[in-house]
């Protein structure tokens, strides 16, 4: 999924020195309002009609004719990642991929503080494992620890 965050980032820093009347910042503002619907509570309720909406926007966005650089490599970056940032608006209650990396932190933070697997067999292991835990975590939140237990004792995949 791609994110509306890292897309709006990206925006800002390409458009940070430029005047507001710009045609990089109105693209930029406009994207701002595109990300911005999925608050709107016309659109909360009908996520067909926020899809539509969202794509009827960026098209028109991406039919801007200009030799301006900076509008160009917006352009460029939002034609890639048209449909994943339309998925976000509505898939995602804030239009991030930042639950994924929220969940993907402690992971990160044990590998920088271990200095990482000697070998990728022992990353495999790490993900492996690191996925397992999640898995139970998120589908039996009350039970975690006798539930892995009990699917180590009798082995995973039996019934």
Known sequence: MYCWAHL???????????????????ARDKLVEIYRLSKNPLYQTNTQYLESEAANRINQLL?????????????????????GLIRALIMSP???????EQELRPIALARKISYGSNTFGGMETTAVLASVIQTYARTKPNTFFPSL???????????
Do not use: M
Not at 69 to 75: A, Q
Not at 149 to 156: E, L, S, V, Y
């Open 63 to 83: 039919e801007t004719k200009t030799d301006d650089l900076t509008v160009l490599n917006i352009l460029r970056r939002l034609n890639k990642q048209k449909g």
């Open 149 to 159: 237990a009990a699917d180590i004792r009798q082995g995973f995949g039996k019934p």
């Open 8 to 26: 709006l980032r990206f925006c800002y820093e390409e458009t940070f020195d430029k005047p507001p009347d710009s045609e990089s910042v109105s």
């Open 94 to 100: 804030n239009g991030t991929n930042n639950f994924a």
